[in-house]
């Protein structure tokens, strides 16, 4: 049985800065893409960044500069720091990872955390 577990979300003001955890447990044999995803109200969930096993990262365009992914291999950990956070940030975000526990990959999801920019 294979679990994500974000943490790190919460309530920021405008400008401010958090860092997302999303830590994979259970039996894995080896994780390949991690990617953190948002989700605002009454919106769509959207991809926001993804790293590969070798390290190759992809971002949403409107956050390129801001947002930075990284993953700890050895924690089967993948993060996101977050910087000069805005209103619009605002968005429950979860992570998805590729995961491979036996023959073949599946995709798992976390539960998601609750980021809040507001004043």
């Known amino acids: 049985q294979v679990q994500l577990v974000e943490s790190g979300g919460g309530l920021v003001q405008p400008g401010g800065s958090l860092r997302l955890s999303c830590a994979a447990s259970?039996?894995?044999?080896?994780?390949?893409?991690m990617r953190w995803y948002r989700q605002a109200p009454g919106k769509q969930r959207d991809l926001v960044a993804s790293?590969?096993?070798?390290?190759?990262?992809n971002y949403a365009d409107s956050l390129k500069g801001r947002f930075t992914i990284s993953r700890d291999n050895a924690k089967n950990t993948v993060y996101l720091q977050m910087n000069s956070l805005e209103p619009e940030d605002t968005a429950v975000y979860y992570c998805n990872a590729d995961i491979r526990s036996d023959t073949y990959y599946y995709r798992y999801w976390g539960q998601g955390t609750q980021v809040t920019v507001s004043s």
């Open positions: 790293i590969s096993s070798s390290g190759e990262i």
């Open positions: 259970g039996t894995i044999f080896s994780i390949s893409a």
